[in-house]
T-cell receptor, first 119, second 114 residues
């Protein structure tokens, strides 16, 4: 079964450092997402991405965050200057699309996550 | 964001059926109902979705009330591997009109006893 692959599985960084989390979405998917989950809390939407641009972003996704699809297979989340409160699991997801304008449900496939620890 | 209400936790015995309820009284006519689950230390995993009719797949069944204001995820025979957080989610139209985001609530923690 196709899967979303995320690297690294765990990264430890110092506060203020830049971090790049990488994702390889399912190959024929067109929509890409980042979510995060702080320990013990719910899964929070960060950003969605389609056709090489951001479709929607949450309030959490401020100027320190950016996303990129640098080639045909990778989707990255960059955190420019990490803070202690950025420590969380970050999940990448992809989908083939769906919803009101595509006549079908938008089923997301999630990766196993990247654990980010900021010291 | 469209709201769903689920019990905080439920407990089940192994090999018995489990009915996980979800209320979504503010659902609109085009909102899909999704169920995902999150096993310990893993990413969310798709379980099932529906719009109006009841749905079955290899993992579970989804029963949707006639007025669509509630739904129930049915695991026919719970196993220890089904212990997870189960999320009932309404698909929300995104601002960009593509790739509707899914908004997770707190979900229901399902504990399965052997």
């Amino acid at each position: 079964e196709p899967e979303v692959t995320q690297t690294p599985s765990h990264q430890v960084t110092q506060m203020g450092q830049e971090v790049i989390l990488r994702c390889v979405p399912i190959s024929n998917h067109l929509y890409f997402y980042w979510y995060r989950q702080i320990l013990g809390q719910k899964v929070e939407f960060l950003v969605s991405f389609y056709n090489n641009e951001i479709s929607e972003k949450s309030e959490i996704f401020d100027d320190q965050f950016s996303v990129e699809r640098p080639d045909g297979s990778n989707f990255t989340l960059k955190i420019r200057s990490t803070k202690l409160e950025d420590s969380a699991m970050y999940f990448c997801a992809s989908s083939g699309g769906g919803g009101l304008y595509s006549s079908g449900a938008n089923v997301l496939t999630f990766g196993a996550g990247s654990r980010l620890t900021v010291l | 964001d469209a709201k769903t209400t689920q019990p905080n936790s439920m407990e089940s015995n192994e090999e018995e059926p489990v009915h996980l309820p979800c209320n979504h009284s503010t659902i609109s006519g085009t909102d899909y109902i999704h169920w995902y689950r999150q096993l310990p230390s893993q990413g969310p995993e798709y379980v099932i979705h529906g719009l109006t009719s009841n749905v079955n797949n290899r993992m579970a069944s989804l029963a949707i009330a006639e007025d669509r204001k509630s739904s129930t995820l049915i695991l026919h025979r719970a196993t220890l591997r089904d212990a997870a957080v189960y999320y009932c989610i309404l698909e929300v139209e995104s601002i960009g009109e593509y790739g509707n985001k899914l908004v997770f609530g707190a979900g229901t923690i399902l504990r399965v006893k052997s």
